[in-house]
T-cell receptor, first 115, second 115 residues
Framework: DAKTTQPNSMESNEEEPVHLPCNHS???????IHWYRQLPSQGPEYVIH???SNVNNRMASLAIAEDRKSSTLILHRATLRDAAVYYC????????????????FGQGTTLQVKP | EPEVTQTPSHQVTQMGQEVILRCVPI?????FYWYRQILGQKVEFLVS????????KSEIFDDQFSVERPDGSNFTLKIRSTKLEDSAMYFC?????????????FGDGTRLSIL
């Protein structure tokens, strides 16, 4: 899986938007960009994924740069419950080493939300 | 919404003892995974399982580890002779498929403490 780079930590105020960046300059044309998050004392939780176009779901939006070398996870109104570690992960079906679907987690971005 | 369930939530075991961690994946899912997270570290892939056999395993998954799907619902991880360094959170995950546009769903984990 291609490498991603995320800031170690970010802070946000409650009810304000949060933009979590991810750089993936070596992304291949077949890599999907996935975001997961891990709330304290819980397992990772799927948030959103995309390939080329921006994506929206009930949890968040994903903005993908035109060259796909970076992406941004957008939480439109942060709540205290959104305090978590956010992971940006690339997944490729065409990895020549074989792909059994495993996720490779980095350190992620620890998001603090202040009331 | 269906979820992955793991039992027990916390397991305390003496070093050298066998331990079995249990998971009930989401019922229509076909791909199953175990990950672990040592305190303060990244989530690490252990093993993927499909069609009643291991698809891929990491270097961590040595001869002391085994997985089984003994019936149509449970997915278990066994550690034959536990070591102190096996102390970690163990997460089970499942997905409908392995392709890159299908998310994995995680349980809340079993905290394994080896004394």
């Amino acid at each position: 899986d291609a490498k991603t780079t995320q800031p170690n930590s970010m802070e946000s105020n409650e009810e304000e938007p949060v933009h979590l960046p991810c750089n993936h300059s070596t992304i291949s044309g077949t890599d999907y960009i996935h975001w997961y998050r891990q709330l304290p004392s819980q397992g990772p939780e799927y948030v959103i994924h995309g390939l080329t176009s921006n994506v929206n779901n009930r949890m968040a939006s994903l903005a993908i740069a035109e060259d796909r070398k970076s992406s941004t996870l957008i939480l439109h109104r942060a709540t205290l419950r959104d305090a978590a570690v956010y992971y940006c992960i690339l997944r490729d079906d065409h990895d020549p080493s074989g792909n059994t679907g495993k996720l490779i987690f980095g350190q992620g971005t620890t998001l603090q939300v202040k009331p | 919404e269906p979820e992955v369930t793991q039992t027990p939530s916390h397991q305390v075991t003496q070093m050298g003892q066998e331990v079995i961690l249990r998971c009930v994946p989401i019922s229509n899912h076909l791909y199953f995974y175990w990950y672990r997270q040592i305190l303060g570290q990244k989530v690490e892939f252990l093993v993927s399982f499909y069609n009643n056999e291991i698809s891929e395993k990491s270097e961590i998954f040595d001869d002391q580890f085994s997985v089984e799907r003994p019936d149509g619902s449970n997915f278990t991880l066994k550690i034959r002779s536990t070591k102190l360094e096996d102390s970690a959170m163990y997460f089970c995950a499942s997905s409908v498929g392995r392709v890159s546009n299908q998310p994995q769903h995680f349980g809340d984990g079993t905290r394994l403490s080896i004394l």
